[in-house]
């Protein structure tokens, strides 16, 4: 095993399906480290966002970094990662075997890729671009006539390329992924490559190299206090993941002393507020698009509804919340002495918002509550993280107690889950 942890560089754009074993050709070496127990970190690069990436003079993915090293093209990693470790994935030891692994990288990165790319990325389904009919109907014709049937030969009767699982099938096996994703590969015409594909994707070293999503990346601000007052709207980010278990990086910049003015930070939030998520090459803003996107894409648990009218029930109470709630649960917090920054204090407008919150936001969400547990009925779900972040600040400021049934659902949804305490915790706590 290598002291030396490695390095990947690779790229995940948001148009990916993750449900499908279609990524950009990192993961062949990412792969590959996974078959052979390679402690590694990857780096995204955002092409799709115009980043280049700063390891490869072109620009481009994968390159791998190993200490004072830099290798670039994704065969060429594979090989080299499976050799440096004497991995049973490279069992080549004489010229011809070495010279037929070769053939197959060649075979692999020209022939097979051009033939699959052509009709993968010319289909109607293309994830981009302005798909050819022409293209496509080529390459799927030589595909049918000339490719196919040749790896067919190739892999005989073997259940893999040479006999045993290697580097070879790593090679060949990722551009069948995105033939078998158009149907290139299938049972009925190509029995052969199907069967082997299934045993492809049944290994362990696929499955969790296809699992591996890189961290969304939250740009946020935390202000600890022994008393869980009230927080940036990051928290309720915090929160919504936490009750899902992903995993973000937190990168923490502060609104009081001018970080979100920065040029850097204004090119991906251009109101200079927080918090800002950044997932692939997705930028988003707002705490609340934030928690849905996050709730819709890493669901666990029902914390995003199934029916079209409970996701229509999240957005208005999510909106109603984001606006005429948070205009005056906020604007009475930031008028009361727990606000922690020192500015100054207007007693009228945090009258006009108390009495707001007591004619109209109170009455309103205790009405939508009812006698259900949660929002939208007898489930959690990310709608109650974005009430909850709220009332909390009812809570602090000592006006929840005219409404009964809110107050008992703050209990449930905020002081009772642990994923709520880790939030208001801050990002530490929450493993960031």
């Not at 190993?66 to 030891?93: R, V, W």
């Not at 149907?183 to 969790?208: Q, W």
């Not at 009495?355 to 109650?384: C, H, I, N, R, S």
Request: hydrophobic share 40%; aromatic share 12%; net charge neutral.
């Amino acid at each position: 095993m290598s002291s030396n942890k490695l390095t990947l560089y690779g790229a995940f754009p948001s148009f990916l399906k993750f449900e499908q074993p279609i990524r950009p050709r990192h993961f062949r070496p990412q792969w590959a480290m996974e078959e052979i127990g390679v402690p590694h970190d990857i780096v995204s690069v955002d092409l799709f966002g115009g980043q280049r990436n700063p390891t490869n003079p072109l620009g481009e993915i994968p390159s791998l970094v190993d200490g004072d090293f830099t290798l670039t093209e994704s065969c060429a990693i594979t090989e080299y990662i499976a050799k440096k470790e004497n991995a049973a994935i490279y069992p080549f030891k004489t010229l011809q075997q070495e010279a037929r692994c070769n053939q197959m990288a060649l075979f692999a990165t020209s022939t097979l890729e051009n033939t699959i790319f052509k009709a993968f990325f010319n289909a109607p389904t293309a994830p981009f671009g302005n798909p050819d009919k022409k293209i496509h109907d080529g390459a799927v014709d030589s595909w049918k006539k000339k490719v196919a049937p040749a790896l067919a030969t190739f892999l005989g009767s073997k259940p893999y390329f040479e006999g045993e699982f290697t580097v070879v099938d790593i090679f060949i096996a990722y551009p069948l992924c995105f033939a078998k994703a158009i149907g290139l590969v299938n049972e009925t015409d190509t029995p052969t490559l199907a069967a082997y594909m299934a045993r492809i994707e049944a290994r362990p070293g696929f499955k969790k190299a296809l699992a591996y999503r890189p961290k969304p990346k939250l740009y946020g601000f935390h202000l600890p206090d022994e008393k869980r007052l009230g927080r940036p709207r990051s928290a309720r980010v915090l929160w919504v993941a936490q009750e899902l278990g992903v995993p973000l990086e937190w990168i923490s910049i502060n609104p009081l002393d001018g970080s979100t003015a920065a040029p850097e930070y204004r090119a991906l939030n251009p109101t200079g507020e927080i918090p800002t998520l950044v997932d692939g090459d997705l930028v988003l803003t707002e705490s609340v698009a934030i928690s849905n996107y996050l709730a819709e894409t890493y669901n666990k648990n029902g914390m995003w509804p199934e029916s079209a009218a409970q996701r229509a029930l999240t957005q208005k109470i999510s909106y109603f919340v984001a606006t005429t709630g948070e205009t005056a649960l906020t604007g009475m917090f930031r008028h009361s002495e727990f606000f922690p920054a020192p500015l100054p204090k207007d007693e009228k407008v945090f009258e006009e918002c108390k009495q707001k919150w007591a004619t109209k936001v109170g009455p309103t969400l205790e009405a939508w509550l009812g006698d259900k547990l949660y929002m939208l009925g007898d489930t959690f779900t990310v709608v109650d993280c974005t009430v909850g972040y709220a009332i909390h600040f009812a809570h602090v400021l000592g006006v929840l107690s005219d409404f009964p049934k809110l107050k008992a659902y703050h209990k449930r949804v905020c002081l009772d889950r642990g994923a709520w305490a880790n939030a208001w915790d801050g990002p530490e706590k929450c493993g960031c």
